[in-house]
């Protein structure tokens, strides 16, 4: 990062990030522990109270960012917003350079469904929403595809990081093939989105707390790059049509500002399906 200029706006940038997470913080655990359970009391069958509670937390997002955005944080450019609220069964894959990306998409698409990690089925804050409306990436592969078709049918957006972790500030990648074999084997559309703008140093992977931008405040540009359909691949042996998508999928992550892309063998150099 280039030195910092202006020190007190600095200060005060890592400051507002910290009140950020705070509020956060409180507001999900009156989410969880009060409203959450008020929900479950009155609205019925499940599948109302989870179609219900995505679009509820999705609003959340929405007015988290704006405080956040307000206080001089963030700030959010959406290419086409209209076009994220209206996403119906589809494997909606983002790069992942900061912790607040999965707030952003969840915040652009009010029926998110998201596969999260395992061990927050256990975590005390999280369990309880977790559970009931997102997939863990522990169950087994089978239930997972199986979950997966599920919330598709019901018209929900699959959320999905193909990196598995948060992006490298080197640029340097490499993308797992669960989307691409979720996509095949459910018949669903993957649509590649980008997540651009400043750089989001004290939000990405091993970054400090008490860290920001030296510059600028966080800016994101998100936009949707392409949409590709498993079904060209559809007369493939498996493993190789999971490879050619894989790796048209890795061409937009590449250049991100390419509208279309050739899939290539080479560009996925393992040769398994996993």
């Known amino acids: 990062m280039p030195p910092v200029t202006n020190r007190p706006l600095y200060i005060y940038r890592i400051f507002v990030k910290l009140i950020s997470f705070f509020i956060f913080g409180m507001s999900t655990l009156f989410l969880i522990f009060i409203l959450m359970p ?5 609205i019925h069958p499940a599948e109302k109270f989870s179609k219900f509670t995505r679009r509820m937390i999705s609003g959340y997002f929405r007015f988290y ?30 790069n992942h350079p900061s912790l607040l990306d999965v ?40 239930e997972i595809v199986s979950a997966v078709k599920e919330s598709l049918n019901r018209g ?53 707390l008490f860290a920001f931008n030296h510059r600028e405040r966080y800016i994101y540009r998100i936009k949707i790059q392409k949409t590709l359909n498993p079904e060209k691949y559809s007369e ?28 290539a063998d080479t560009l996925v150099t393992n040769t398994d399906c996993r």
Request: proline content about 3%; overall charge positive.
């Open 38 to 42: 008020l929900l479950l009391l009155f």
């Open 65 to 94: 960012i704006q405080i956040m955005q307000t206080l001089g944080a963030v700030k959010l450019e959406v290419d086409n917003a209209q076009m994220f609220r209206t996403l119906e069964s589809k494997i909606v894959t983002a």
């Open 103 to 142: 707030v952003m998409l969840i915040s652009l698409i009010p029926n998110a469904d998201v596969i999260v990690r395992g061990n927050l089925s256990k975590n005390l804050f999280f369990a309880g929403i977790v559970s009931k409306l997102y997939i863990l990436n522990s169950l087994d592969f089978d």
């Open 156 to 208: 929900n957006c699959i959320i999905i990081f193909p990196e598995g972790t948060r992006t490298p500030r080197d640029g340097n990648f490499r993308l797992k093939k669960g989307a691409a074999r979720l996509s095949l084997m459910c018949g669903a559309d993957i649509v590649s989105v980008n997540i651009g703008g400043t750089d989001k140093y004290g939000l990405g992977k091993n970054d400090p």
């Open 236 to 263: 493939m042996e498996t493993c190789r049509a999971v490879r050619r998508l894989n790796s048209e999928l890795f061409e937009l992550f590449k250049k991100p500002e390419i509208e279309s892309a050739h899939s």
